[in-house]
């Protein structure tokens, strides 16, 4: 009798930016040099924009939360840390580290007006379908004089390049993870922020090249584990293709 081979099922295949595919990639979070490695990069760099609480179980909203990376990089800070995110396999990973996890939509936040000392929106809005609405709720979440701090990728043709048509081709980083259709002007942003009551500061910044190069050497090498030390995120003169950015809501 012949036995039939199993048949594997092919991987499916899901539109630029859809959200299943980090449901697909739930295990991929906590790998250092895995799908999600720049966001570890990238949650080191935006922690450091965030001073001690000033008060005692002062809040820091983290919208678009993931996993909770940003999680480690505030410890010792004073902050209660809620994560705000549509995926709840993402969510479970963050409760896990520490994290008071809220599923919800970065667009309808389903907590109170001023109630945070901190909000953070780290590449979150070239995700959002409408990032004016996403970056609406995280100024009415807000306090006066609370904090947002953000990073994005700029809507230019150069980031369309470096992000998607080059940064899709490295080594485990995700194909269709991106819609460039939804990357964020900055100077647009800068506006939008404005019109409800934050300043915001903007800086580009870029992974170092040394620690960048020799990440990806580790991984065309197939090691499956961090080297001495991630590659740090550092400021640049462009903001053309990722840029951070910071201010304090008035009042």
Request: charged share 25%.
């Amino acid at each position: 009798m012949r036995i039939a081979a199993p048949v594997s099922t092919p991987p499916r295949v899901l539109p630029p930016n859809d959200p299943r595919q980090y449901d697909d990639l739930a295990g991929e979070w906590w790998r250092p040099d895995g799908a999600f490695a720049m966001l570890h990069w990238l949650a080191r760099a935006r922690a450091a924009l965030v001073p001690p609480a000033s008060e005692e179980d002062d809040l820091l909203v983290d919208l678009g939360c993931g996993a909770g990376l940003l999680a480690p990089h505030l410890a010792g800070k004073g902050y209660r840390h809620v994560g705000v995110d549509l995926t709840r396999s993402a969510l479970d990973q963050a409760a896990g580290h520490g994290v008071t996890v809220v599923q919800g939509d970065a667009t309808a936040v389903p907590l109170a007006d001023g109630c945070a000392a901190v909000v953070s929106a780290g590449e979150l809005l070239e995700h959002v379908p409408d990032w004016r609405r996403a970056v609406a709720e995280a100024c009415r979440l807000l306090r006066p004089g609370g904090l947002l701090v953000l990073d994005t990728l700029n809507d230019t043709l150069l980031a369309r390049l470096v992000a998607v048509e080059l940064g899709e081709r490295l080594p485990t980083v995700p194909r269709g993870i991106h819609d460039p259709r939804l990357f964020v002007d900055a100077r647009a942003l800068v506006a939008e922020c404005a019109r409800h009551g934050v300043a915001l500061r903007l800086r580009g910044v870029r992974p170092e090249l040394g620690g960048t190069l020799a990440w990806l050497l580790r991984r065309w090498r197939g090691a499956d584990r961090p080297g001495r030390s991630e590659p740090r995120i550092v400021p640049t003169w462009s903001t053309a293709v990722l840029y951070q950015g910071h201010g304090r809501r008035s009042g």
